[in-house]
């Protein structure tokens, strides 16, 4: 019989050894120091912040990667992108330099929103890591954000970040800058003798940094690029980009285990399926039109302001006398939004219901209009005062309509033939638009088709208010609601400035 040796530790049962210690143990997290407004976001967050702080920072940032997605759908070029981004930072996700506080990086103010920058980096990864198609949306977009907050960096700041770093790159040294001096500068567009004598010069493996060998920008020797200081950032940003791959593989391989907390999933859930249309919805002030004339008779008039989802439907009832109930419902809230009174609600479905009779409609239809207002139901349906005009997010995913009904939204439910024929009988005739929303349809980027006829049929507008600089960019941002269709449509084309909220609104379904 083999004699046992008990005092001998299997390796394997280490972890476990002075169990009692370790179970009352209190956890010690190193607190995050933001030294630096960018990061490479290499450690992950351990601070607890409340579920409210959890999503609503993530939807702050979600904002701005759609926006980014939004300027590359629309080919704008960089200056453009960040002349539009940069006002809407400043309001969803601002990012100070050390240098704009007399306490520096110290600052309270400075570290809360590094803190919120870090932490919202770090929800989406994980929201977006569960498919291959997101993970390389998300790694594409947080890119493009990574390199506009370089560029526009404080140059001491950026200098002292990038010294900070641990990246694989290679100083060359000055014997062979000399040797080299010739091929660097023939290899080197647009680089001065001076620069190649005296400036620094790295040496990175050649596949790190693919922008610039693509464009035949730097000289490569034995399977190096040897990049100038000027073109830092590409190397800083392969880093990057390298770095976040690999988080985001981590990250997909830790999903599994949460889902056994009922508290985060649904949220995680929520924001992967705003990436494709952020969702949004609108409180009462910004759909506000302060004298705008909204009244049972003037909704025929205002209907050329209504985004083609609402003008189907006020088409459809026009010309059938009726909608089923998804329909009305989803036209009862836009109306809602855009300021008709529930008397004139009545009213106006009253006349549009003109085939049945009085009685039948009061039995039938007056209760579920006065029920989304919040006239009558539940003591919750009361306080929140009805329903909330549906966003763009929820009409693209939630109840695609079936035969006979008319709800929902046209570029994504109608085929491509009835989405051209409605679009050439509202007035959309140009080509190139109406070949660019064949495009968008067909890549699923339902909102950017929108916006597009929306730029195009209020190109004379739009272009006017830049001009006078009466309106920036968080007035011109993409359009993720009707109720901000109908409200940016009304104000350009009557040239009413006055009451205007930016069109997203400030809160966020969830």
Partial sequence: MMRQDYNRIDPKRRSTLDYRKKQFATPAYRQHEY?????????????????????????????????????????????????????????????????????????????????????????????????????????????????????????????AFVE???????????????????????????????????????????ETVPELVENRRVFLKAGKAYVPVREQMSIVLAGFNNRLDKGLELASRALPRLDEDDRLTPILNHLSKNFATPDSTLSDSDSALPGAPINASSIDALSQHFPLCMRNLHMTLRKNSHLKHFGRLQYTLFLKGIGLTLEDCLIFWRQAFRLITDDTFNKEYRYNVRHAYGDVGGDAIRRGRGYSPFSCQKILTE????????????????????????????????????????????????????????????????????????????????IVHPNTYFKRSYLLKTGDKAGWVTGKGEDTET
């Fill in 35 to 159: 030294s630096h407004r960018l990061s490479l976001y290499d450690f992950p967050p351990v601070v607890e912040i409340t579920l409210e702080q959890f999503e609503q920072w993530a939807i702050d940032r979600l904002r701005i990667l759609a926006e980014i997605e939004a300027c590359s759908f629309r080919n704008k070029s960089p200056t453009e992108t960040t002349a539009h981004i940069t006002p809407l930072l400043q309001k969803w996700l601002p990012l100070h330099s050390n240098t704009s506080s007399s306490l520096g990086a110290q600052d309270p103010n400075l570290q809360l929103e590094r803190q919120k920058d870090h932490y919202s980096h770090f929800i989406l990864r994980l929201a977006f890591s569960s498919t291959e198609d997101l993970r390389r949306r998300f790694a594409r977009i947080e890119s493009a954000l990574f390199k506009l907050r370089f560029q526009n960096d404080d140059a001491r700041e950026r200098q």
């Fill in 399 to 478: 109840h695609p309509p079936g035969t006979g009904e008319s709800h929902g939204c046209p570029y994504r439910h109608f085929s491509i033939d009835n989405l051209t024929t409605m679009l050439q009988t509202t007035g959309v005739d140009d080509r190139d638009v109406l070949r660019g929303v064949k495009e968008d349809v067909e890549k699923k980027r339902f909102h950017i088709a929108c916006n597009r006829v929306f730029e195009w049929v209020h190109k004379s507008e739009i272009k006017k208010v830049k001009e006078d600089g009466s309106w920036g960019a968080a007035e011109l941002d993409t």
């Fill in 164 to 206: 900070g770093l641990q990246l694989d790159w290679e100083v060359v040294s000055e014997d062979e800058r000399r040797s080299l001096g010739s091929d660097l500068m023939n290899a080197t567009p647009g680089l001065k003798r001076q620069e190649v004598e005296e400036g620094s010069w790295f040496k990175v493996d050649f």
